[in-house]
């Protein structure tokens, strides 16, 4: 079993920047792909950033050059860096973390840019 905790959502103005950190405990870590989500209200669940085991990204389109996704294994965490922030960023960011048959979610974080 795997216990995930996101951190460091909060307000921000557009174009400011927010790093996201998700903690995990309860399992090894480095095994997962670790994955962040965002739910804007009224909106499917979406995927926006990805990191394998061996540190392969991905991104969706409408974050590429903006968001960073990365991951410290030695503290089990896994990390987003926002910045160059949009209204339409606005939601509830989820981390996940997954390798079959096991899927975990955080409670997440709520992200609000507005000014």
């Known amino acids: 079993q795997v216990q995930l905790v996101e951190s460091g959502g909060g307000l921000v103005q557009p174009g400011g920047s927010l790093r996201l950190s998700c903690a995990a405990s309860?399992?090894?870590?480095?095994?997962?792909?670790m994955t962040w989500y965002r739910q804007a209200p009224g909106k499917q669940r979406e995927l926006v950033a990805a990191?394998?085991?061996?540190?392969?990204?991905n991104y969706a389109d409408s974050v590429k050059g903006r968001f960073t996704i990365s991951r410290d294994n030695a503290k089990n965490t896994v990390y987003l860096q926002m910045n160059s922030l949009k209204p339409e960023d606005t939601a509830v960011y989820y981390c996940?973390?997954?390798?079959?048959?096991?899927?975990?979610w955080g409670q997440g974080t709520q992200v609000t840019v507005s000014s």
């Open positions: 990191i394998t085991s061996g540190a392969t990204t």
């Open positions: 309860g399992s090894i870590f480095s095994i997962y792909a």
């Open positions: 996940n973390a997954y390798r079959w048959p096991y899927d975990h």
